[in-house]
DNA sequence: AATATGTGCAACCGCGCACGG
DNA sequence: ACCGTGCGCGGTTGCACATAT
């Protein structure tokens, strides 16, 4: 309530005065980035580190917004970056992510790693997002189709759960107690990343969802919602260990190699089941608790200053080009 | 061969949040 | 508590290239 008044405020004031610009636009150049542009940023980020982007144009001596060269030091410049096409276990785990995040493509690229935020919604947008909708426009199909170009249980579990988080969006979006508090809605996709480094999503990553711990912590939930009460220890049953490095083997377990996994996952009647316990499935997402005691849950940001301890050059940034 | 249309991707823009004064 | 500033994120745009006509 509070908050909102504060934004509005805020709002009005940004209105009346407008918003002050992040840089002086006449003098400041847009467009592609040259390579020699390119070679001053690196350069200097190599010797003194980023610091405040604002100021790194003016130090570095380009004709830069900042913003501009933090865009392209995180998208294209900075180590590690893997270019190229998405293989199909990346593919899966963006469509995976993406079902229980949403377009929060700064929190997937976190499990992709190499991959930027950026690059990650333009391969949904020109690529993912026409073969979901495609499947979700014909369900029928979904069963047989090779939509995803991954013809396995795993795409129809992809389908379901994109299925579940769609039901889940419009019970949130019709129920005026839930939009109301400010708490659910800023935590609704912290549930299905929690739900996704829980039991219930590995056993979805297992493609195991015949007497998966899905069905026995779902029941489990569905008799203690029931009742009204869900302790913290209870919480810390169903999301699984509190151990942080648990948790993190869990996220690295995630990525590509594990998808191998995935990709042979489970039987179609074990699919089946998972279909039977959709709705136990609402009802968990529906019984989550709202208290902030899966802190434990949340992991670390890469420390991007690790990507200044050795020093990198052009042709670490342009393998494919002559310099 | 020329033109129209579609696609992919880098970059820009504006907003919201966090933080320090 | 309020305000200003910087950063990061998500949505959108525009250009270059590919493909179709």
């Not at 610009?21 to 390579?35: F, L, R």
């Not at 200097?44 to 982007?53: D, V």
């Not at 030091?73 to 229980?100: D, V």
């Not at 889940?168 to 809605?185: G, I, T």
Request: hydrophobic share 30%; charged share 30%.
């Amino acid at each position: 309530m509070r908050n909102m008044e504060k934004k509005k405020k805020r709002e009005t004031k940004q209105k009346k005065m407008g918003r002050s610009p992040c840089c002086d636009k006449e003098a400041v150049k847009k467009g592609a980035w040259s390579p020699e542009e390119d070679k001053t940023l690196v350069d200097y980020i190599n010797k003194n580190g980023h610091g405040t982007w604002r100021s790194l144009p003016k130090l570095a001596g380009l004709l830069r917004c900042g913003k501009s060269c933090r865009l392209r030091w995180t998208n294209y410049l900075r180590p590690g970056i893997k270019r190229g096409p998405f293989c199909p276990e990346e593919e899966a785990s963006i469509m995976q992510l993406h079902t229980m995040l949403g377009n929060k493509w700064a929190a997937i690229a976190s499990h992709l790693p190499g991959r930027t935020d950026n690059e990650i919604k333009n391969f949904w947008n020109s690529h993912l997002k026409k073969r979901v909708k495609a499947s979700l426009d014909q369900p029928e199909s979904i069963l047989t189709s090779d939509d995803f170009g991954l013809e396995t249980p795993s795409t129809r579990h992809m389908v379901q759960w994109e299925s579940a988080r769609l039901e889940a969006e419009a019970r949130l979006s019709m129920d005026p107690l839930l939009l109301s508090s400010s708490s659910a809605a800023k935590t609704e996709c912290d549930y299905f990343l929690r739900l996704w480094n829980s039991e219930v999503g590995e056993s979805f990553r297992q493609g195991v969802a015949c007497q998966s711990p899905l069905s026995q912590v779902s029941s489990s939930i569905k008799d203690e919602s029931t009742s009204g009460v869900t302790t913290q220890t209870d919480s810390a049953r169903i999301f699984g260990s509190a151990d942080a490095t648990e948790n993190q083997k869990q996220e690295e377990h995630m990525s590509c190699h594990n998808s191998e996994e995935l990709l042979t996952g489970s039987d179609s009647s074990k699919s089946h089941e998972l279909d039977n316990s959709s709705e136990t499935k609402m009802q968990l997402l529906q019984d989550l608790p709202n208290g902030n005691d899966m802190e434990f849950l949340q992991e670390p940001i890469d420390d991007v200053s690790m990507y200044l301890q050795e020093p990198i050059s052009l042709t670490d940034c342009y393998p494919w080009k002559q310099l």
